[in-house]
């Protein structure tokens, strides 16, 4: 066999590698668009609560929050007085009008296997990022109110 030959099936071969190479490119190249095109989204379940020392009882809707807290904080009652789903992208902020006129804000920051990282706020009282992860609550106290505190759950689903 004369070296043209052979560098002719060389030169095949090689010719099929790069043709492989390329429609492996090219079908990661399609899918990434996709996943740009859309942002991807975190659904958080965010509850506003009282809890107060006085005689009283413990809101079913508010019985995560309870389990989060009970051995931690002593307070004799929880009421619910706001739940509600949100749906936000990366860096869209939500905000959330407390009772107590001030003002709660939600930020997602970065979505990851360790959780969603979140900028939150309440309004004169707290300014911090924290980290949840899917179906855990995060519970945070917003400042007083009426004769107890109002606390916050946030409860990210991915």
């Known amino acids: 066999m004369n070296s043209s ?5 060389g030169s095949r071969r090689r010719r099929s ?6 429609l ?17 989204r975190v659904a958080i379940q965010l509850t506003v609560s009282l809890i107060s020392n006085q005689p009283g009882e413990i809101d ?27 749906e936000l992208r990366r860096n869209e902020v939500f905000s959330l009008a407390l009772p107590d006129a001030s003002a709660f804000l ?3 920051l970065d979505f990851g296997d360790d959780g969603v990282l979140m900028a939150v706020e309440v309004e004169d009282v707290l300014k ?31």
């Open 5 to 9: 030959a052979r560098r002719g099936a």
């Open 17 to 22: 590698w790069r043709g492989w190479a390329g």
């Open 24 to 40: 492996a490119g090219a079908l990661v190249a399609l899918a990434a668009p996709g996943q740009a095109a859309e942002p991807r």
């Open 60 to 86: 079913p809707r508010g019985s995560k929050l309870h389990d989060k807290l009970k051995g931690q904080i002593r307070y004799k009652s929880l009421r619910v007085i706001r739940a509600e789903r949100v």
């Open 106 to 108: 939600v930020r997602p």
């Open 128 to 158: 911090m990022d924290l980290r949840a992860r899917n179906g855990h609550v995060v519970v945070i106290r917003a400042g007083s109110f009426e004769d107890g505190s109002l606390v916050i759950g946030l409860e990210p689903q991915y």
